[in-house]
Structures are given as structure tokens and as C-alpha cells.
């Protein structure tokens, strides 16, 4: 993982390089994503404020929709595989 402010050029993302044989790299795929789900889950769960309306009832607010994107940066020579 890049080092924190270490950002994709042009962009304000951070890099994640998995390499290895093939069966490695699919099991680190799998457990990135997971980890990056665990947190979304984690943050949608998180205790909601709490907002009073008019008749000063207490109303659980709806929690915030996150979500995450996955960019996939891959070799020039392997698009028209990826693309069929």
C-alpha cells in the first residue's frame, strides 16, 4: 500500500499493488475487498444520531449510504483479454 499522501498521479487515490502466482494474488484480492466491505458494514452500523422533530419526539436518523469504489489498473497488453 502507498505511503499516506503517496497518491496515483493526477488523482487523490492511494495504490494497492498485489503480485505473485496467480492463486496468491486471487486469495489478497479476495481479502482486500473483504476488508474494504468489513469497513463499509462497520460504518453503517455505527449508532446514529438522534434529531428531535416539532413535538420534541426523538427520531433515529437515517444513517449516511457510503460507499466505496475499486479501481483496477491493469496492463495495456491484458485489456483485450479482460474485454473478450
Excluded: W
Excluded at 422533530?53 to 483496477?72: G, N, W
Amino acid at each position: 500500500l502507498s505511503q499516506g499522501g503517496d497518491y496515483y498521479p493526477g488523482t487523490s487515490d492511494r495504490v494497492c499493488l498485489i503480485q505473485g502466482v496467480q492463486g496468491n494474488a486471487s486469495i489478497a484480492v479476495e481479502m482486500v475487498l473483504a476488508k474494504l466491505y468489513e469497513l463499509q458494514s462497520s460504518q453503517q452500523q455505527a449508532p446514529t444520531v438522534t434529531r428531535s422533530d416539532a413535538a420534541s419526539e426523538k427520531v433515529p436518523e437515517e444513517p449516511a449510504c457510503t460507499s466505496f469504489i475499486v479501481r483496477l489498473l491493469v496492463p495495456s497488453t491484458c485489456c483485450g483479454m479482460i474485454i473478450g
